[in-house]
């Protein structure tokens, strides 16, 4: 074997000053390792084991401290599990029994998660500092694809290195990395992947035509025959009540405005029980539907769609503020062109043509809610959106 080996071939042909493949594979870890070396230019300048004597009382301490850690990324791993699958996390409201509990649990997801990747962190930088050989390397940059003796000096080199790390003979430490990355990625994976898990056809949501899944409805879906649900504007006030009813009278001609549904058992918010429910309102992501009023002149330009001609009332319309693209909030309007836009993907629809998209990702219109007024002269729904609200899935058929 050549004493000047430099690159090597990548076509698989023998290169002269260099072993072949059936020389390669008589060839010790030591041989392989001093070839490598060679093929790659590189120079060991200092390399020396941790604990040249094997056993001692330092030595001990040391796989001890690495073993301590990573058996704590083990355990808040499994406690991330175990807060994960047992915690409450339905909301309390504010003053209830069990809101203590029930804020807590977010925290304790950080936390656990959190201090597992920490502790991980610190077993495995501890590990390199305690264990793995010192050493000095000095490499010639090369360029060239890899050929089969630099594939086979690699697996040489890794095989030292696991070697010399000694965590082969250091049982303790292997099993607490096992505990805690095993603890640490069955944690992580139930608590990203376990949300997933569930089915979301199961009628649970109550209405007035039986109990239907949640993609199916939205607050504005009656809970019984003939319930009346008020187009409500949100005060934002503080020590007020959260919702007020609305008349055609208070949105100009051209404004827009976002309401929610608001039901008279909904309350006012002074209970625990109201302040859930208005809660419920304010949060749900199907609810928020925007109150448009078109200019009397610029209702001759208003195409209403098949099967929806009576929806609006007068020059009010109102439309969904998901996006039909992906569920997106599309809340910005331009008052002059009657355009609805969402500022995440730039969809835009058109409010006086049913709010059909006219530029974006977007292919449908946004779902659109009946609406009239009832004896008093307050604006109610009048009925529930007869579409699903928000993007596509498989199930829908519009």
């Not at 175990?82 to 977010?106: K, N, S």
């Not at 109610?380 to 959106?385: H, K, L, M, Q, S």
Request: proline content about 6%.
């Amino acid at each position: 074997m050549s004493g000047d080996i430099q690159g090597g071939d990548t076509s698989g042909r023998p290169v002269p000053g260099q072993p072949t493949d059936a020389e390669l594979a008589e060839m010790s870890r030591e041989e392989l390792l001093a070839l490598g070396g060679k093929l790659d230019g590189v120079e060991v300048v200092f390399k020396e084991p941790r604990w040249p004597v094997e056993g001692t009382k330092a030595e001990k301490r040391a796989s001890r401290t690495v073993s301590y850690w990573l058996l704590l990324g083990g355990f808040s791993g499994l406690a991330l599990l175990l807060v994960f699958l047992f915690w409450p996390w339905e909301y309390v409201p504010y003053g209830a029994e069990g809101e203590r509990i029930y804020t807590l649990a977010t925290p304790l997801y950080g936390l656990t998660f959190g201090l597992s990747i920490l502790a991980i962190g610190i077993g495995a930088v501890l590990f390199q500092k305690k264990f793995i050989p010192e050493e000095i390397t000095i490499q010639d940059r090369h360029d060239g694809a890899s050929a089969e003796i630099h594939r086979k000096t690699i697996v040489a080199n890794l095989s030292d290195a696991l070697e010399g790390s000694t965590i082969k003979r250091r049982k303790l430490i292997g099993l607490s990395m096992g505990i805690g990355l095993g603890a640490f990625g069955l944690g992580t994976l139930v608590a990203f992947a376990g949300g997933l898990i569930k089915n979301p056809w199961k009628p649970v949501v109550q209405t007035a035509e039986g109990k239907k899944a949640v993609l199916w409805t939205s607050g504005w879906t009656p809970r019984f025959q003939g319930e009346t649900i008020y187009l409500a504007r949100a005060t934002g006030i503080p020590g007020e009540s959260p919702f007020v009813k609305m008349r055609p009278e208070d949105i100009d001609a051209g404004g827009m405005e976002t309401v929610f549904p608001w039901r008279e058992s909904d309350g006012d918010g002074v209970t625990v029980e109201s302040s859930h429910h208005l809660f419920e309102v304010a949060m749900g992501v199907r609810n928020p539907v925007m109150l448009i009023r078109i200019k009397p002149q610029d209702m001759k330009k208003v195409v209403k769609r098949q099967g929806q001609e009576s929806f609006n009332f007068g020059e009010l319309f109102a439309y969904t503020k998901v996006c039909s693209h992906l569920g997106c909030p599309s809340s910005l309007y331009e008052q002059q062109t009657y355009r609805i836009l969402c500022p995440c993907h730039q969809s835009q629809f058109d409010a006086l043509h049913f709010a059909r998209p006219i530029f974006g990702p977007a292919a449908r219109a946004l779902a659109q809610l009946p609406i009239t007024i009832d004896k008093d002269g307050y604006l109610v729904a009048n009925g529930d959106f007869i579409e699903p609200v928000g993007p596509a899935f498989w199930e829908r058929k519009s």
